[in-house]
């Protein structure tokens, strides 16, 4: 008997799963990817590797990021960016922002295998911080990329920030031969990217409750956070009536519950959904009625108009409970982020592809986490392919996808590749400028 041959997509499994453990972890016995950490370095030099393999030309930009070039059939073209990131959370899955760069690997070496080439070059590019895992920042890697790193955080801002063992983020870049007013020298030329294609897992559970391989993303979720504090009267467990009470948390727990129904009632409408991610009781000892409860919301959807509809329901529902129960509330806005519409022509195209790769109608959804095409947006039309993942299971070592799914991701990219140079000897890009 013959053993089968391994297709691209087993390879790329392995090879994420390969780089789930040290040297490319810097912990033993979870992964855990930092951006600058030895295990980041690690990694960055084995994807290198596998970069030259398929015919790529690599270099690291000025925020580290590692930058893999597969030229066209002229030189100096502008590109196609592929992209994802390769830092991990810690404890964090094999395949979150890894298979999309491995991925885009595999697409790349199927062209040059056939030394396929296009009027345009693709470029994969591995981010350096999409998940804030080290210091309490994210995508600085990416905004230094889209040229916005000055406008969202001046360097100012984020040199100083430390990681756990108190490395500023100035250090850590000194260690790679960089600097934080340097990163900016990382930004693209507009007229050198034509687009931006990230394949992800799901992180989620839509497409394997559906089953289906592979979604096209519609856009990345409007967020909104609040942070709500709560004032009501802590008193003696034993002698305050119940009547007499002014309980922080028994108002809390019911706000809660109007948070969930809000959401519920959404009825997934736009993907929206909403969150009480973390709350805190004082003095929260068993003896005291609770005088004080602080507690976070966290709200999105695809579009501005049913995330605001809901917090506004929100709003509404938490000040009549607070005056109702004779607390007093604090409604502290977080954050608050615009939706990262999809490019529709290339979610077209994108969708085609799927269609041809799978043979059923795309299923399109809203991404409610966040990615490094959310920032991408802003420089150059994106969009978004997103794989089945088990479970939705993510952030977790038990991140699992089925190697066909992965033979399907690569098969559509190649195929969006192919759609997307017809259409660009039609319009020569103008379309998409
Ligand atoms: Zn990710």
């Known amino acids: 008997m013959v053993e089968a041959e391994t297709t691209p997509g087993e390879r790329a499994v392995a090879r994420c799963d390969m780089l789930g453990e040290p040297p490319f972890s810097d912990d033993v016995g979870l992964l855990y990817r930092p951006w600058l950490g030895p295990g980041f370095i690690a990694t960055v030099e084995a994807i290198s590797n596998w970069m030259r393999q398929a015919g790529m030309t690599v270099r690291q930009d000025a925020a580290a990021n590692l930058i893999g070039r597969y030229e066209g059939s002229t030189p100096d073209a502008p590109a196609l960016l592929f992209g994802s990131h390769l830092d991990s959370v810690r404890d964090g899955g094999r395949y979150d922002g890894m298979l999309g760069v491995i991925a885009a690997l595999e697409v790349v070496a199927g062209f040059h295998e056939r030394s396929e080439r296009f009027p345009f070059a693709i470029e994969i590019v591995g981010f350096g911080d999409e998940e804030g895992s080290r210091f309490p ?55 050198d990217i034509l687009a931006y294609v990230e394949a992800h897992i799901e992180q989620g559970p839509v497409l394997e409750a559906e089953g289906l391989a592979l979604g096209v993303v519609s856009g990345i979720a409007a967020q909104r956070r609040f942070e709500i504090r709560l004032h009501g009267m ?156 088990e479970k939705g299971i993510s952030h977790n070592p038990a991140e699992a996808v089925l190697s066909a799914d992965v033979d399907a991701t690569i098969s559509a990219l190649g195929r969006f590749v192919r759609l997307f140079a017809e259409d660009h000897s039609r319009t020569q890009g103008s379309q998409f400028s």
């Open 137 to 191: 920042v994210t995508m600085l890697t990416t905004r230094a990329i889209a040229g916005v790193l000055e406008e969202d955080d001046p360097v100012a801002a984020f040199a100083e920030l430390r990681d756990v063992d108190g490395v500023t983020v100035e250090q850590a870049l000194a260690r790679a031969g960089l600097t934080p007013r340097g990163m900016t020298a990382a930004k693209r030329s507009r007229n």
């Open 234 to 389: 802590a008193g003696h467990a034993g002698t305050m009536a119940m009547s007499l009470r002014r309980d922080a948390l028994t108002a809390a727990a019911e706000m809660v519950l109007a948070i969930e129904r809000i959401g519920v009632a959404g009825g997934d409408r736009d993907g929206l959904v909403t969150t009480v991610g973390s709350l805190r009781t004082w003095p929260g000892v068993t003896n005291v009625v609770p005088g004080n409860v602080t507690f976070t919301i966290d709200a999105r959807a695809g579009t501005l108009a049913t995330r605001d509809r809901a917090v506004e329901e929100i709003l509404a529902a938490l000040k009549e409970i607070s005056e109702r129960r004779n607390v007093g509330i604090e409604i502290i806005p977080r954050e608050n982020l615009n939706p990262s519409p999809c490019d529709p022509g290339l979610m077209a195209l994108m969708e085609t592809a799927v269609e041809d790769v799978t043979g059923q109608p795309a299923r399109v959804l809203v991404s409610g986490a966040g990615h490094d095409a959310m920032i991408m947006a802003r420089f150059a039309p994106i969009v978004m392919l997103f794989i089945r993942c």
